[in-house]
């Protein structure tokens, strides 16, 4: 369900989920208790039980004890979290960001949405080649040197012969080059609008058809 805000059904299964642990945990401790209090009512009177192991016994109670505070603590950061992550999805909607992908988009004049690259190491250069959709490069690019990190550009629409690119579907490849010219390892980025956000975990972003629906740390740059 796409929805601008956290999906009660959703917290209400947290809530079960919690309840149904804490049932379990009851249920050991009564049945370890019951146990205990037989084996005592039913030791061998010539041989009882030690004290140190009576004591290990009721250690092992606290100790279970001690677990189950502890699952819940972190059940409730954890819900805290994913409830953190869905109001910080929903922030973005309206705006545009960069994730992974080649598409871009040309619209009339030669409009264009934005591309981007993100690199793990700095590159000596960088270069861009713009595909149309019968597969055919239809303009080049030579943007320079690049530090790691990520960074966006914009195509002007223009094709290597200066004409207007027409409106439609395009396709951007990226090649960054070391100092002595080897390829390195380089992603390429596309611009889209959060239209959405579909609760979950984690939460999912409806891009609007430009990339299928992403995570939050899909996102390299909001713009």
Same mark, same amino acid.
Request: hydrophobic share 45%; net charge negative.
């Given at each position: 369900?796409?929805?601008? &805000?956290?999906?009660p059904n959703v917290i209400s299964a947290m809530n079960g989920a919690?309840?149904?642990?804490?049932?379990?945990?009851?249920?050991?401790?009564?049945?370890?208790?019951?146990?205990?209090?037989?084996?005592?009512?039913?030791?061998?009177?010539?041989?009882?039980?030690?004290?140190?192991?009576?004591?290990?016994?009721?250690?092992?109670?606290?100790?279970?004890?001690?677990?189950?505070?502890?699952?819940?603590?972190?059940?409730?950061?954890?819900?805290?979290?994913?409830?953190?992550?869905?109001?910080?999805?929903?922030?973005?909607?309206?705006?545009?960001?960069?994730?992974?992908?080649?598409?871009?988009?040309?619209?009339?004049?030669?409009?264009t949405t934005p591309f981007g690259v993100e690199l793990e190491a700095? &590159?000596?250069?960088?270069?861009?080649?713009?595909?149309?959709g019968s597969g055919q490069p239809v303009r080049h690019f030579d943007?320079?040197?690049?530090?790691?990190?990520?960074?966006?550009?914009?195509?002007?629409?223009?094709?290597?012969?200066? &004409?207007? &690119?027409?409106?439609?579907?395009?396709?951007?490849?990226?090649?960054?080059?070391?100092?002595?010219?080897?390829?390195?390892?380089?992603?390429?980025?596309?611009?889209?609008?959060?239209?959405?956000?579909?609760?979950?975990?984690?939460?999912?972003?409806?891009?609007?058809?430009?990339?299928?629906?992403?995570?939050?740390?899909?996102?390299?740059?909001?713009?």
């Amino acid at each position: 369900m796409a929805t601008n &805000a956290i999906d009660p059904n959703v917290i209400s299964a947290m809530n079960g989920a919690a309840a149904s642990r804490k049932s379990e945990s009851d249920d050991l401790r009564t049945n370890f208790m019951t146990l205990l209090i037989a084996q005592l009512k039913n030791q061998d009177p010539l041989n009882p039980m030690e004290n140190a192991e009576l004591t290990s016994q009721l250690a092992q109670i606290n100790t279970l004890s001690g677990i189950e505070a502890l699952n819940e603590t972190l059940s409730g950061i954890a819900g805290q979290i994913e409830a953190g992550q869905a109001l910080q999805a929903t922030a973005l909607i309206g705006k545009g960001v960069m994730v992974p992908g080649d598409r871009i988009l040309v619209g009339e004049e030669g409009v264009t949405t934005p591309f981007g690259v993100e690199l793990e190491a700095g &590159a000596h250069q960088l270069k861009a080649t713009i595909i149309d959709g019968s597969g055919q490069p239809v303009r080049h690019f030579d943007l320079g040197p690049m530090q790691a990190g990520v960074e966006s550009f914009v195509w002007d629409g223009t094709l290597d012969n200066g &004409a207007l &690119a027409p409106t439609g579907s395009y396709r951007v490849v990226v090649e960054a080059l070391d100092v002595d010219g080897k390829a390195m390892a380089s992603q390429a980025l596309n611009y889209a609008v959060v239209n959405a956000v579909s609760t979950g975990n984690p939460p999912l972003l409806d891009l609007g058809g430009v990339s299928a629906q992403v995570p939050l740390q899909d996102i390299r740059q909001i713009l």
